[in-house]
């Protein structure tokens, strides 16, 4: 794994560590790495506009993942699967709600959205933006029309 990529996780890290101890993180949101190819050609054949060729995560956001009305049902996903996103999202299945794109491991789900409002040292800016992450409680979930599964197209691997 590149430098980049550990970078990433230990800011993830800090931001966890910041939102236990002070209840907020101060840091900015940043990116962790390009829109993977899946959402990308999705979005072009589908019409919807992506904001950013970056996928980004906020503390903000973050702070939602692990939110008390999350912690009361049993619904937080580790710290070491937050952490690990960046990267595990390439091996995680890819789904479509007609909003937000849904990566999942079978375990947890992340939810993705493709043109969120941001505010970045004070300025608002749309982005690719991770929303939250949930763990799973249905492991059907995916099955329904609600949800279209996004896989690669082969011919252009």
Do not use: W
Not at 47 to 52: N, P, R, V, Y
């Amino acid at each position: 794994m590149s430098n980049g990529g550990e970078n990433i996780e230990k800011l993830i890290g800090t931001i966890l560590t910041d939102i236990r101890q002070k209840g907020f993180s101060v840091i900015q949101p940043f990116s962790i790495g390009p829109v993977e190819k899946r959402m990308m050609q999705f979005a072009a054949i589908n019409g919807i506009l992506l904001a950013s060729d970056e996928l980004y995560m906020s503390s903000k956001q973050l702070q939602h993942s692990m939110r008390a009305s999350k912690g009361a049902k049993g619904l937080i996903v580790p710290d070491s699967e937050l952490i690990g996103f960046p990267k595990n999202r390439f091996a995680m299945d890819l789904y479509y709600d007609g909003e937000c794109f849904i990566y999942t491991n079978g375990l947890s789900k992340f939810i993705v959205h493709p043109n969120y409002k941001v505010k970045i040292s004070r300025e608002v800016v749309k982005l690719v933006n991770f929303i939250t992450a949930t763990l799973r409680t249905d492991k059907y979930e995916f099955n329904g029309k609600r949800y279209i599964k996004i896989e690669t197209d082969p011919a252009t691997e």
